[in-house]
């Protein structure tokens, strides 16, 4: 249980393109969905979090504007890169974690297998 | 906040010998506890968590973590690696619902 999924899991696309990446939780209600990036050789760095039919709450440093984050159903988060340019070429990877029925938040994250973005 | 620090950003160790890698960590809030192991263009596989209980956790391929609560600290074992062990390992720790990452350490296991 507790799969997440992304898609696509490559993509290759022109500098100044949008790129969308969807983040999916398969047999669960994700209450809450994280967004990571990973640049080569590095730690993953949270850039949002976003709560279901709520607005994401972006990390200091990430422009709102320029990573647009759609969260509108309980199994579905959106992260769309807009007007990519080279130095977004990274490793997107998205989490998601859950309420339980009595509304505590749980215990720890699923991961994605990420999205790898190359802006030519 | 909480925040973690690995240690040791490189390890390389001999195939068949002991390993540990080192996670310490600060929060103000009570804390879960997690190491994952990523493979080249690969996510995240979670190796093991301590969330309540023992504080020695058993995970999959033969890891091993004890949390000491004390020292802050949730160090990685294995009593002999594999050259398959070789990865990146990340450390991270989740309170109120906000997780963070330790830098990572390249386990490298050579024949």
């Known amino acids: 249980g507790a799969v997440v999924s992304q898609h696509p899991s490559r993509v290759i696309c022109k500098s100044g393109t949008s790129v969308k990446i969807e983040c999916r939780s398969l047999d669960f209600q994700a209450t809450t969905m994280f967004w990571y990036r990973q640049f080569p050789k590095q730690s993953l760095m949270l850039m949002a979090t976003s709560n279901e039919g709520s607005k994401a709450t972006y990390e200091q440093g990430v422009e709102k504007d320029k990573f647009l984050i759609n969260h509108a159903s309980l199994t579905l988060s959106t992260l769309t890169v807009t007007s990519a340019h080279p130095e977004d070429s990274s490793f997107y990877i998205c989490s998601a974690s859950y309420k339980t029925s009595g509304g505590v938040v749980g215990n720890e994250q699923f991961f994605g297998p990420g999205t790898r973005l190359t802006v030519l | 906040a909480q925040s973690v620090t690995q240690l040791d950003s490189q390890v390389p160790v001999f195939e068949e010998a002991p390993v540990e890698l080192r996670c310490n960590y600060s929060?103000?809030?009570?804390?879960?506890l997690f190491w994952y192991v990523q493979y080249p263009n690969q996510g995240l596989q979670l190796l093991l968590k301590y969330l309540s209980g023992s504080t020695l956790v058993k995970g999959i391929n033969g890891f091993e973590a004890e949390f000491n609560k004390s020292q802050t600290s949730f160090h990685l074992r294995k009593p002999s690696v594999h050259i398959s062990d070789t990865a990146e390992y990340f450390c991270?720790?989740?309170?109120?619902?906000?997780?963070?990452f330790g830098a990572g350490t390249r386990l490298t296991v050579k024949p």
């Open positions: 929060s103000s809030v009570s804390v879960y």
């Open positions: 991270a720790v989740m309170g109120n619902n906000d997780m963070r």
